[in-house]
């Protein structure tokens, strides 16, 4: 998989897009009466979706490649050891 990434714009100059989304009755009234910027909540939440998403695609894509590393390492030690002060 090959994910685009997105190029952040400072908060003020981001396009937005109009969308629908259907959430919670009870929780939109409340986030109402408590003045939450539902569009902005919603923005981050999603963005923050994104990344995790993003983070775990990462990480199938390169399974192999950790599990060949971690193998590798577990067989032969890590190969600069003998220059750690630890």
């Known amino acids: 998989m090959n994910h685009a990434r997105i190029q952040k714009a400072p908060r003020g100059r981001r396009k937005s897009v109009p969308t629908n989304v259907s959430l919670d009755a009870a929780l939109v009234a409340e986030a109402r009466e408590l003045g ?5 909540a919603s923005s981050e939440g999603l963005e923050k979706a994104v990344k995790i998403a993003r983070g775990e695609a ?7 490649a950790l599990q060949w590393w971690n193998n590798y390492v577990e067989e032969n030690g890590l190969p600069l050891a003998k220059y750690r002060l630890f």
Not at 58 to 64: T, Y
Request: no cysteine.
């Open 36 to 40: 939450v910027n539902i569009s902005q």
């Open 58 to 64: 990462w990480l199938e894509e390169n399974r192999a």
